[in-house]
């Protein structure tokens, strides 16, 4: 066990790991506006089922706005993005649903302050998938066992350190049994001694063959379970490669430069 407390088991369930060439996700020439501003310019790329794609770029590029597009989060003007075989900008799409099949975890852990640790793993899965009290419960605590949380059920969000918050928040996110986990930025505003365990949980998930999406300056992390690597600039995707062409050498000066002040 690692130094998170990272248990043995599973955290995802056989059905959504790796499966090479099934597209999980198809981001096809996307366009955003806020009023004159354009924010994202045409972008394209897929991810496969079990890939792991990390996306880095300047403060302001657009990562954040287009993974939120990914979970219709926000909408979009031009384009089409298809998860799982869902069209999300299609008027028929029950939006909910879709939602409730991409698991999505943030900077700022956004638990629910005023519930227990067990009450926020359970919540949705009782509300919006329906389970029934008892397999929510364990779903919920196996998933918090993994996470080498067990001791803190009963506890409340402020009575954790930051960098356990996040791993119940990505807990809380599998419970619903996702086929992607969308991560923006989850380790960006923790202590950095906590951001290693946080990062243990995502490489665990991404061994298991977790579909991942994850706005990140982590290299260490993109270096070791990456399978490609997106650059945004200015709400384009400048580039798209291969983990080891990416850290070989970026094509795009821009890249070039980025890196140069990360790594
Ligand atoms: P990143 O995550 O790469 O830092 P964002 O996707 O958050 O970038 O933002 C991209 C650009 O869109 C930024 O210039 C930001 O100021 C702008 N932006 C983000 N949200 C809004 C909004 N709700 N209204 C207007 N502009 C926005
Ligand atoms: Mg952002």
């Given at each position: 066990?690692?130094?998170?407390?990272?248990?043995?088991?599973?955290?995802?369930?056989?059905?959504?790991?790796?499966?090479?060439?099934?597209?999980?996700?198809?981001i096809d020439a996307i366009s955003k506006w806020y009023g004159d501003f354009r924010v994202l310019h045409e972008c394209t790329t897929?991810?496969?089922?079990?890939?792991?794609?990390?996306v880095c770029g300047p403060s302001g590029s657009g990562k954040s706005t287009l993974i939120k597009c990914v979970?219709a989060l926000e909408p979009f003007q031009k384009g089409q993005i298809?998860?799982?075989?869902?069209?999300i900008a299609?008027?028929?799409?029950?939006?909910?649903?879709?939602?409730?099949?991409?698991?999505?975890?943030?900077?700022?852990?956004?638990?629910?302050?005023?519930?227990?640790?067990?009450?926020?793993?359970?919540?949705?899965?009782?509300?919006?998938?329906?389970?029934?009290?008892?397999?929510?419960?364990?779903?919920?605590?196996?998933?918090?066992?993994?996470?080498?949380?067990?001791?803190?059920?009963?506890?409340?969000?402020?009575?954790?350190?930051?960098?356990?918050?996040?791993?119940?928040?990505?807990?809380?996110?599998?419970?619903?049994?996702?086929?992607?986990?969308?991560?923006d930025?989850?380790?960006?505003?923790?202590?950095?001694?906590?951001?290693?365990?946080?990062?243990?949980?995502?490489?665990?998930?991404?061994?298991?063959?977790?579909?991942?999406?994850?706005v990140?300056?982590?290299?260490?992390?993109?270096?070791?379970?990456?399978?490609?690597?997106i650059f945004m600039d200015q709400g384009e995707i400048v580039e798209d490669?291969?983990?080891?062409?990416?850290?070989?050498?970026?094509?795009s000066?821009r890249a070039?430069?980025f890196?140069?002040?990360?790594?």
């Amino acid at each position: 066990p690692s130094d998170s407390g990272l248990q043995p088991g599973t955290l995802i369930e056989p059905a959504r790991q790796r499966a090479p060439g099934t597209a999980m996700i198809a981001i096809d020439a996307i366009s955003k506006w806020y009023g004159d501003f354009r924010v994202l310019h045409e972008c394209t790329t897929a991810v496969a089922k079990g890939e792991v794609v990390v996306v880095c770029g300047p403060s302001g590029s657009g990562k954040s706005t287009l993974i939120k597009c990914v979970n219709a989060l926000e909408p979009f003007q031009k384009g089409q993005i298809t998860v799982d075989g869902t069209k999300i900008a299609d008027k028929a799409t029950n939006l909910p649903k879709l939602r409730s099949r991409v698991g999505m975890v943030f900077q700022h852990f956004e638990l629910f302050p005023h519930l227990s640790i067990t009450d926020n793993l359970t919540i949705a899965q009782r509300k919006v998938l329906g389970r029934p009290k008892e397999e929510a419960h364990k779903r919920g605590l196996d998933l918090l066992a993994r996470v080498g949380l067990s001791a803190h059920a009963k506890k409340f969000p402020g009575q954790l350190s930051g960098g356990q918050q996040q791993r119940v928040a990505i807990a809380r996110a599998l419970a619903m049994n996702p086929v992607v986990m969308l991560f923006d930025e989850p380790t960006s505003a923790l202590d950095p001694e906590m951001v290693g365990e946080v990062l243990d949980v995502m490489v665990e998930l991404a061994r298991e063959g977790m579909t991942m999406m994850v706005v990140t300056h982590e290299m260490g992390f993109a270096r070791k379970v990456a399978d490609r690597v997106i650059f945004m600039d200015q709400g384009e995707i400048v580039e798209d490669a291969g983990k080891d062409d990416f850290f070989g050498k970026p094509r795009s000066e821009r890249a070039q430069t980025f890196l140069s002040k990360i790594l």
